[in-house]
């Protein structure tokens, strides 16, 4: 069992695509995420400084619980037991967005949704629609890469239960719309898996300076907005943003979601011009 750096993987240590190194600065509390988000001097800064953030307590304390303690399939294992950053393509035309990551997926694995059903789910369905080079993505290091899409959270850090708080959803804000702020000469679509994440990029949206109807348009599988762009993506045309119900065990069990519907949003994503 390699336990040696529980209860988290220590910044630039070995972890393959690890983004940070000791010298990272860490956010404490909001205040820190704030500023640490808008002083992120590119991508690779923001993913690394998003990689070793503590200001939400109870989600430091949970995610390091789960990396000790471990489910029993995966005992052997090392946890990542860190937030996860943004993963992808620097320069996306699909940004798909989701809640945060799963105790035993992401926050073990290292990268955003890999290593639980969900993940099996999507990026099975990315490389059907040519979006990810491999049909799985096991773990950080496995030669997976997405082409033309970026994934990221509204939250970073594995919840109790799934269900980040408000004011923890509020505290990771920072990194989120710094994120879309990056990425957004080059995204055409941004695709919500779930209702959490179509609330939680809204902001992250209109601080980026994306033109947004009022009132916000209701969440629904397949549900289409157009976008007006941000002044950095001027003269591009309208953004897409796409709603999808999230892969979930349970959706995917009970046929709410099926392979053909998870494609033909992908699909629409893609083909977005």
């Given amino acids: 069992m390699t336990t040696g750096n529980a209860p988290f993987v220590p910044p630039g ?10 010298e990272t600065p860490a956010a404490h509390d909001a205040g820190e995420v704030l500023r640490l988000a808008a002083e992120a001097s590119d991508l690779d800064d ?13 989600l430091v304390a949970w995610r390091e619980k789960v990396a000790v303690e471990r489910r029993r399939a995966f005992a052997d294992e090392e946890y990542w037991g860190r937030p996860i950053a943004g993963w992808g393509d620097p320069e996306p035309r699909i940004l798909i967005v989701g809640l945060a990551p799963a ?28 979006l990810a080079a491999r049909p ?7 030669g997976q890469r997405l082409i033309g899409a970026r994934m990221a959270a509204t939250v970073r850090c594995a919840p109790p239960d799934n269900k980040p708080t408000p004011l923890e959803r509020t505290t990771c ?17 941004v695709l919500c898996l779930g209702g959490f994440a179509w609330q939680g990029v809204w902001p992250a949206l209109r601080q980026a300076g994306y033109g947004l109807p009022r009132p916000r348009p209701k969440f629904g599988h397949g549900a289409e907005i157009e976008l007006a762009p941000p ?6 045309g309208p953004v897409l943003m796409l709603g999808c119900y999230h892969p979930s065990q349970q959706n995917t069990f009970t046929g709410r979601v099926t392979e053909e519907m998870l494609d033909a949003v992908l699909t629409r994503a893609r083909d977005y011009r």
Avoid: K, Y
Avoid at 173 to 189: K, T
């Fill in 13 to 22: 240590s070995g972890w393959p695509e690890d983004p940070a190194t000791p």
């Fill in 46 to 58: 923001l993913c690394a400084r998003q990689s070793v953030c503590r200001a939400c307590d109870r």
């Fill in 136 to 142: 799985t993505s096991v773990r950080a290091g496995d």
């Fill in 103 to 130: 105790a035993h997926g992401g926050n073990r694995t290292g990268r955003i949704f890999t290593g639980d059903r969900s993940g099996d789910w999507l990026f099975a369905s990315l490389h059907r629609v040519g």
């Fill in 173 to 189: 804000l920072p990194w989120l719309a710094r994120e879309v702020e990056m990425v957004a000469e080059s995204v055409r679509c």
């Fill in 231 to 236: 002044p950095m993506a001027a003269g591009r």
